[in-house]
Nanobody, 113 residues
């Protein structure tokens, strides 16, 4: 089973940047599609971005042009660079690995004020 651990969350002022990481262990994620989701207080979980095993990326309209997803298969790690942050980006951010089944991390809090 894949274990995913997110890090890099925190508090930042609007317009600032944060870089999230999602470290995978127990299994290589190189053949897995990887995704970032987020969940704001009182709302459902929202898809943010995806990156395929071939490196193809897609983004939600709300973050396009501001967020960049990437992966380093040698480090078994997924990243999300978040720039020009807005208050509406405040949420718990989760990474997800779509392998033979789906695996979720525990989430990391991002607060934009």
């Amino acid at each position: 089973h894949v274990q995913l651990v997110e890090s890099g969350g925190g508090s930042v002022q609007a317009g600032g940047s944060l870089a999230l990481s999602c470290a995978a262990s127990r299994y290589s994620i190189s053949s897995c599609g990887m995704r970032w989701y987020r969940q704001a207080p009182g709302k459902g979980r929202e898809w943010v971005s995806s990156i395929g095993s071939d490196g193809t990326t897609t983004y939600a309209e709300s973050v396009k042009g501001r967020f960049t997803i990437s992966r380093d298969n040698a480090k078994n790690t997924l990243y999300l660079q978040m720039n020009s942050l807005k208050s509406e980006d405040t949420a718990v951010y989760y990474c997800m690995a779509a392998c033979s089944r789906f695996y979720w991390g525990q989430g990391t809090q991002v607060t934009v004020s």
